[in-house]
């Protein structure tokens, strides 16, 4: 039988926020810390396994989400944040980097400790998980990168509360089953709950995550152990007087959405949880394991006095040869991994600098507070150096164009408001709860065609499938393109050929290995052959990767809708029986949705539903039962539907 993978798609509103003024908002003005004056700490590590007679046997572990003090600089008074941890006191921002074993199961209880109410304000006006009783924090763990069981990938709707006294409706386990059967690499894990992610990720829950393969990696002797191997999470942040993070608490279409922004940009630049930390170094390789941790804000990372960046590896996947360059330029989300050499230095201190702007790329140039992000004190004596970096790194099996199974166009646009404020972006023009358009099939590959309609650069995430980057190319006569588009939906009715052939933009050499996020370009079209099994095998899955909830794919870049059930644009496995869709309208300040009253009746009397469409019913139900806002137009509603015979 063909196992099938039906996506849909999610664009998580994931921060807001500008600054108005200093003053009025009781901003910390970043000009008053001094930069450099703290140490770059390394992050706990948490072991997923243990050694029993010689043999690595899965360790289960527990990691809570905790409210707590942090001191992201020396003169900054402590911060509340959320924290990932094995306890509250050994809680930590970022959270404890995870130690896996390729081949050893690693199972994780992810356990919500957090209070009922947010240390941030966030906006109920988009597609949110609100429990029921309006009491306790959802969040639910991701785990970036992870080719594993959608039950345990933290689907936007698999979200929790404290002690899981309430759950999102396509929950289903305490306990997530992680299979690290991919290739050694670097992921790391958020929250990702629905309409949340923005404002969890702003109070603290990230961290890292480590696929480890001795018999692969040894033979490298790339740098190693924990003083030479060094992850780096960078994020922004602002701060008000009094230490508490700062978000903004208006919106850019107020009426529309009181308080979300479609993106947030903080004025200190924090490096595992420093801010402009410092780190004295050798002279010496070191290796340094790069995220970007931010909401909205790419990192064009270069150092002060000249020194290169050996990548070895971007995002989960090593590289087959080491590519050497003089600046990395990281979207949110992505990872870069690097060797240093710093016996090249001809100075005795290096700045690692930015220069992205932002938003990207058309945005405001840096300033001096973000135009820094950590210092290296670099020591004067010379060492022996015993690590190296080979010629020659990891080979996969060749990903070939003429296997993909099918060709794929998906088209990312944005809407304005009256003011040509944004409101929101879909992907493919379509919400989340119409029917699923993506079903690639387990064991296969596509090539994916990503128009990006938008003027900001998106990076596209896929979870589950590894993709290749083939080529970008910028669109002529986009507006017209775009009108089309806008009208047809069709990238093949609308002559995309005609229209993408504008000038090829290169993809750099050292991101042109598999990857699982990309920048997808403004105003141009993106060629991706994404695989559907293990890469470096061709093997298909052993779990059952068309299982509920399914996966999703989305750009990490702030993006939302306003649309009644529509949630931040998820493509994701789900067993569909009879769906309609209906016009609902706004009446004093009621949306009343015709033809659809059984909504609001008991569930048990609809003996014929399947237990997939029940589950969406109810999430539905419930939604429609708290849905009294003014709409500032007529929207397009679409529901699952089913009928007692």
């Given at each position: ?26 901003l910390f003005s970043p000009s008053k810390l001094e930069k450099f004056v703290d140490e ?606």
């Amino acid at each position: 039988m063909e196992r099938i993978l039906l996506f849909k798609i999610f664009c998580s509103a994931l921060l807001i926020g500008l600054p108005t003024t200093w003053a009025k908002d009781n901003l910390f003005s970043p000009s008053k810390l001094e930069k450099f004056v703290d140490e770059l700490p390394d992050m706990p590590k948490i072991q997923s396994f243990e050694v029993v007679n010689g043999v690595y046997k899965s360790k289960p572990l527990k990691i809570g989400m905790y409210k707590k003090q942090w001191k992201f600089h020396r003169d900054l008074p402590p911060t509340p944040v959320y924290a990932y941890g094995a306890s509250k006191r050994n809680a930590t921002i970022p959270g404890p980097t995870i130690e896996a074993i390729r081949g050893i199961d690693a199972f994780v209880k992810w356990q919500n400790h957090l209070p009922s109410n947010h240390i941030l304000p966030w906006d109920p006006t988009i597609p949110t998980a609100i429990p029921r009783t309006n009491k306790g924090i959802p969040t639910v763990v991701h785990l970036h990168g992870s080719i594993g069981e959608p039950e345990s990938d933290g689907h936007a709707q698999s979200w929790f509360t404290r002690g899981f006294q309430e759950v999102g409706p396509t929950w289903t386990k305490k306990e997530y089953h992680y299979y690290n059967l991919q290739h050694p690499g670097n992921l790391w894990y958020h929250d990702h709950a629905m309409g949340l992610t923005r404002v969890n990720l702003l109070a603290g829950l990230t961290g890292a995550y480590i696929i480890r393969d001795r018999e692969v990696e040894a033979p490298l002797r790339l740098p190693s152990g924990d003083e030479f191997d060094r992850t780096l999470m960078v994020f922004d942040r602002s701060f008000r007087t009094n230490g508490s993070i700062y978000m903004s608490f208006t919106g850019n279409n107020p009426s529309i959405h009181p308080q979300w922004q479609p993106e947030y940009f903080g004025d200190a630049i924090i490096v595992n949880g420093k801010a402009w930390p410092r780190l004295t170094v050798r002279r010496r390789k070191y290796r340094f394991r790069i995220i970007n941790a931010s909401n909205a804000r790419f990192f064009r990372f270069f150092f002060s006095n000249g020194l290169k960046f050996i990548h070895v590896a971007a995002d989960s996947a090593y590289l087959e040869k080491p590519v050497i360059t003089d600046e990395i330029l990281l979207g949110p989300s992505e990872i870069a991994d690097v060797v240093v050499d710093f016996s090249n230095s001809k100075s005795d201190s290096a700045i690692l600098g930015n220069h992205a702007a932002y938003p990207y790329p058309t945005g405001d140039p840096v300033n001096e507070a973000n135009d820094k992000v950590m210092k290296f004190i670099i020591k004067k004596k010379p060492e022996h150096d015993t690590w190296r970096v080979p010629k020659t790194l990891v080979k996969y099996p060749h990903a070939d164009l003429s296997c993909a199974s099918k060709t794929r166009y998906i088209a990312m646009y944005e809407y304005t408001s009256v003011d040509d404020e944004p409101t929101h972006l879909y992907i493919n023009g379509k919400s989340y709860d119409e029917p699923v358009t993506e079903t690639p099939k387990v064991g296969t590959s596509e090539i994916w065609n990503v128009i990006n309609l938008t003027e900001d650069n998106h990076p596209l995430h896929i979870h589950l499938g590894l993709f290749k980057v083939i080529d970008q190319t910028e669109l002529v006569n986009e507006e017209e393109f775009t009108a089309c588009m806008m009208k047809l939906n069709d990238a093949i009715k609308c002559k995309i050929d005609q229209y993408a052939r504008g000038k090829k933009i290169e993809v750099p050499v050292h991101e042109k290995g598999w990857k699982n996020v990309y920048k997808m370009t403004p105003g141009s079209v993106t060629m991706i052959l994404v695989r559907f099994a293990y890469v470096h095998s061709n093997e298909s899955y052993p779990f059952d990767a068309t299982a509920q909830p399914g996966f999703v794919y989305h750009c990490h870049v702030p993006c939302g809708t306003v649309k009644y059930l529509s949630e931040p644009l998820i493509h994701r496995i789900q067993d569909l029986s009879i769906t309609k869709q209906n016009v609902g309208h706004r009446d004093q300040n009621v949306l009343h949705i015709p033809m659809c009253t059984f909504l609001f009746t008991d569930l048990g009397s609809r003996r014929q539903c399947d237990d997939a469409t029940i589950e969406v019913d109810q999430m539905s139900r419930r939604r429609a039962e708290n849905f009294k806002m003014s709409l500032p137009y007529p929207v397009t509603v679409s529901l699952k539907l089913c009928f007692t015979t």
